[in-house]
């Protein structure tokens, strides 16, 4: 019975054979096609495709090169201004003034516009109200303000004849002539040779904010030639004005220049936690203060 299922005539098995003939042909026809194709159609394929990523790679290589150009030429940094500390006036001084004093350009503009929006500075610790301004370079600046009081005369004849008068007797001092740096006014400082109405009044307020030189050598601090000017002065070490550092407070120290605010600080947490010092050694242990620094400020400090 099952032999009549596989039973097929004549005419069925050649139909089978050509249907197992026409599928075998499906499936290898691709594989047959690719063999006939000639070898130097492949190899032109194979070099247009290789010239393809050749130029996608050059065109790759020449994009960083053109970014790295534009990155690489930054825009150089303006050249350091040169700083020339000399006198001057903050109600008056324009913006190049504070820069060639070591200002940056926006502090420049905060000072005018300071003038614009404060008025006038009155004294010279009203610089400091300048925003931005760091301590250091308002002691560096502070011996170089000047401030000019704006006077109305009343007789401007009798005045010309006052500054005619006080021109005609000023005189410079012989050598050999020796005044005291502590006592000697800004009339007197002017008629050492070498010394004008600027640095006169440079060293007399100098001078004040440290309550009296001690040292010849003093006059350094506000860049001026010690060699020059020892043979005029003697020094009366007896008016020196000390600071009371266990009573004064964070602001009176300091307005003295060899004391900083962090080294104020110190000396107002060093009171609050160890009562009153009794001696500057007890200071040795802090970062902030150095031995030149206890050096120079023995002369100006008592406890009492």
């Known amino acids: 019975m099952w032999k009549d299922f596989f039973y097929f005539t004549k005419t069925e098995r050649q139909g089978i054979i050509v249907l197992v003939v026409l599928i075998i042909g499906a499936f290898s026809a691709p594989r047959l096609f690719q063999l ?54 903050p109600n008056t001084a324009d913006s190049i003034t504070f820069l060639t004093l070591g200002l940056p350009s926006w502090m420049a503009k905060n000072i005018l516009h300071y003038r614009e929006k404060q008025g006038k500075f009155s004294h010279p610790e009203d610089f400091r109200k ?11 600046l502070l011996p170089y303000i000047h401030i000019t009081q704006k006077i109305t005369p009343k007789d401007t004849t009798q005045l010309l004849m006052v500054q005619k008068v006080q021109r005609d007797t000023l005189f410079k001092y012989q050598p050999g002539t020796i005044i005291d740096l502590n006592q000697a006014d800004t009339t007197e400082l002017k008629k050492i040779p070498g010394i004008g109405s600027g640095i006169a009044r440079m060293i007399v307020n100098y001078r ?85 620094d206890f050096e120079r400020l023995s002369p100006y400090i008592c406890m009492n």
């Open 36 to 89: 006939f194709i000639p070898a130097e159609e492949n190899n032109l394929e194979k070099e247009e495709n290789f010239e393809k990523e050749y130029e996608e790679f050059m065109a790759s290589l020449k994009e960083v090169k053109y970014s790295s150009k534009y990155t690489k030429k930054l825009p150089l940094p303006h050249p350091k201004r040169e700083i020339k500390l000399s006198t001057f006036d």
């Open 208 to 292: 004040n904010r440290l309550g009296a030189f001690y040292r010849i050598e003093q006059l350094q601090d506000i860049h001026l030639k010690v060699e020059k000017l020892r043979p005029w002065f003697s020094i009366d070490t007896t008016l020196i004005r000390c600071i009371n550092i266990n009573k004064a407070s964070t602001e009176q120290m300091m307005r003295h220049p060899y004391i900083n605010y962090y080294q104020a600080k110190v000396i107002n947490e060093h009171r609050k936690k160890k009562g009153p010092l009794k001696s500057l050694k007890e200071l040795t242990l802090y970062e902030e203060f150095t031995p030149a």
């Open 130 to 140: 300048i925003y931005g301004l760091t301590e250091e370079q308002y002691q560096m």
